[in-house]
């Protein structure tokens, strides 16, 4: 199975799921960035999905 490698080195919003986990584990200021981003993400579909509260999927286990 071949992975492409994760880019931390880039802007919290151009990163994809994967690096945004990756990034988390880095440190508390890290892990409420990647927490932030994915929320703003997901509040970007506010008009379109139905009303739920947002839960990132870097704190489930």
């Known amino acids: ?9 880039q802007p919290v919003k151009d990163m994809g799921p994967n690096e ?3 990034y988390a584990k880095l440190g ?7 927490n932030h981003e994915l929320e703003r993400r997901w509040r970007s579909y506010d008009d379109m ?5 947002f839960v990132s999927f ?4």
């Not at 508390?28 to 990647?34: G, P, V, W, Y």
């Not at 999905?49 to 509260?53: A, S």
Request: glycine fraction near 0%; aromatic fraction near 0%.
């Open 1 to 9: 199975m071949n992975e492409e490698a994760l880019n931390l080195n």
């Open 58 to 61: 870097i704190d489930k286990k």
């Open 20 to 22: 945004l986990r990756a």
């Open 28 to 34: 508390q200021k890290q892990h409420d960035e990647a």
């Open 49 to 53: 999905l139905p009303k739920d509260d």
